[in-house]
T-cell receptor
Framework: KQEVTQIPAALSVPEGENLVLNCSFT??????LQWFRQDPGKGLTSLLL?????REQTSGRLNASLDKSSGRSTLYIAASQPGDSATYLC????????????FGKGTRLHILP | NAGVTQTPKFQVLKTGQSMTLQCAQD?????MSWYRQDPGMGLRLIHY???????DQGEVPNGYNVSRSTTEDFPLRLLSAAPSQTSVYFC??????????????FGPGTRLTVL
């Protein structure tokens, strides 16, 4: 059974710092891994998708890496800003006939001005 | 493109009432799914569909029905609402099922309260 874990559940850092969010999964047979952002009371916004054959993806100040063999992904945020405050979720699309997407519970990030 | 749309945004029901949450996408996506999000529980898959006429159960299907008569629409029906179904419901879609590039797009959510 695929399980996705995100640690820590919450994180507070001063503005301007670089930070890393972690995501781990138990089954390496995945199609891809996707990182989302969710603002309070809002839906999920896709940030980055890493296909199983890729090692990393970048978008602006965000960089996501994928290590399938160790079952880990990281989301690196450079030069954090108060507007980055949100909950960040990762999800894996597993290689299986049922095509289910499995989510972690997220890391709630607070950037201190 | 409107993307993934959901209606209504808010709904209050009494125990035992039935209702349908609407979800539509205009991106010609094959894969559509419904999740519920509860504090401390994360996102849990209710039902999903890999194409018109094909649906399957997720983690928490009890009390919910779905159908997929068209590619665009994937309604979620609550048969007899219970307080345990108070939650935020999200619909999502992606281009292909079982693909390395099935980026998920989410709707804005429906906040449901069952009294």
């Amino acid at each position: 059974k695929q399980e996705v874990t995100q640690i820590p559940a919450a994180l507070s850092v001063p503005e301007g710092e670089n930070l890393v969010l972690n995501c781990s999964f138990t089954d390496s047979a995945i199609y891809n891994l996707q990182w989302f952002r969710q603002d309070p009371g809002k839906g999920l916004t896709s940030l980055l998708l890493i296909q199983s054959s890729q090692r990393e993806q970048t978008s602006g100040r965000l960089n996501a890496s994928l290590d399938k063999s160790s079952g880990r992904s990281t989301l690196y945020i450079a030069a954090s800003q108060p507007g980055d405050s949100a909950t960040y979720l990762c999800a894996v699309s597993r290689v299986n006939r049922d095509d289910k997407i499995i989510f972690g519970k997220g890391t709630r990030l607070h950037i201190l001005p | 493109n409107a993307g993934v749309t959901q209606t209504p945004k808010f709904q209050v029901l009494k125990t035992g009432q039935s209702m349908t949450l609407q979800c539509a996408q205009d991106m010609n996506h094959e894969y559509m799914s419904w999740y519920r999000q509860d504090p401390g529980m994360g996102l849990r898959l209710i039902h999903y569909s890999v194409g018109a006429g094909i649906t399957d159960q997720g983690e928490v299907p009890n009390g919910y029905n779905v159908s997929r008569s068209t590619t665009e629409d994937f309604p979620l029906r609550l048969l007899s609402a219970a307080p345990s179904q108070t939650s935020v419901y999200f619909c999502a879609s992606s281009l292909l099922a079982g693909s390395t590039y099935n980026e998920q797009f989410f709707g804005p959510g429906t906040r449901l309260t069952v009294l």
